[in-house]
């Protein structure tokens, strides 16, 4: 009997890619790249998602360990991940921050986001009309896990707190107005 992780399974990805020359081919090197095989490419050009963005679903066969690295892989390429298997990003959460954000390295402070968090950011818009060394602000959207936009908030208020940053919060259900 084998052991079931050396197992290789079918497994599909959803992704959004920008519509420019070379994204899917972008895409799909780390998939090839962490052992994963195409089966099949649903490549929606016509459709945009409401981002501007196309819809794509691989699905690929690859034992559940190099699934988790295909699918880190993609993360780490700036391949936004909709679905990756089972796991459904499901809650969309936008927030804002304002305070000093490229002084407090927003490469880092994304970073962390991606950390501390099961949320991946999707959408990211900076504005700085004195410049970056003054204050300036970002609107951040990101897909979360159902039922974790709790704990997702609790560690944006953190990683904010830590890097002397306001954040604007989403009213959540049951809030009031």
Known sequence: MSDSTDEVRA???RLELVDEPGE???????????????LSIFHERGNLTPRG???????????????????????????????????????????????HIVDSDLSHTLSRIRETTDATVTDLS??????????????????????EADST?????DIAAAKDLRLVEPLTVGDAA
Do not use: M, W
């Not at 196309?54 to 699905?59: F, G």
């Not at 796991?87 to 936008?94: A, G, I, P, V």
């Open 11 to 13: 497994y599909t990805v």
């Open 24 to 38: 899917l081919l972008r895409a799909l090197h780390p998939i090839a790249d962490n052992g994963g095989n195409l």
């Open 53 to 99: 963005h196309i819809p794509v679903e691989v699905d690929l066969e690859a034992t559940p360990e190099r699934f988790d690295e295909i699918v880190d892989a993609l993360r780490e390429a700036g391949i936004n991940v909709i679905q990756a298997g089972t796991q459904h990003y499901s809650e969309s959460l936008t927030i804002v921050v304002s305070g």
């Open 126 to 147: 900076l504005s700085a009309p004195e410049g970056t060394e003054d204050v300036s602000s970002a609107r951040l959207r990101l897909a979360t896990e159902e039922g």
């Open 153 to 157: 908030l609790a560690a944006l208020r």
